[in-house]
């Protein structure tokens, strides 16, 4: 059974920076994309970033391009998101989302974390 367990977030003041973690356990991700979603109170949820395990091959959403990083520890099992140059428009529960590679669709999700920016 997937888990995913994310943790980091909280309240930053505009122009802070914060580091999401997802913790990954139940199955090898080598055949799996890692991806970052968020979702703001009365909006739909949107792709943030992914990153290919096997290769570390990324994409991001044009809002948080040049802001936020996403990486992987392999050892750890663990994905990463670095955000910086945080802006009020990025509060959102952020979630951590695996899915196969060549499959369209995210399968497993965490709980999702909490982050607030304020002006």
Not at 44 to 50: A, C, G, P, Q, Y
Not at 66 to 81: E, M, P, W
Request: with cysteine.
């Amino acid at each position: 059974q997937v888990q995913l367990v994310e943790s980091g977030g909280g309240l930053v003041q505009a122009g802070g920076s914060l580091r999401l973690s997802c913790a990954a356990s139940g199955r090898t991700f080598n055949s799996y994309h890692m991806g970052w979603f968020r979702q703001a109170p009365g909006k739909e949820r949107e792709f943030v970033s992914s990153i290919r395990w096997s290769s570390g091959s990324t994409s991001y959403a044009d809002s948080v391009k040049g802001r936020f990083t996403i990486s992987r520890d392999s050892a750890k099992n663990t994905v990463y998101l670095q955000m910086n140059s945080l802006k009020p428009e990025d509060t959102a529960v952020y979630y951590c989302a695996t899915r196969r590679i060549f499959s369209a669709q995210y399968d497993d999700w965490g709980q999702g974390t909490q982050v607030t920016v304020s002006s």
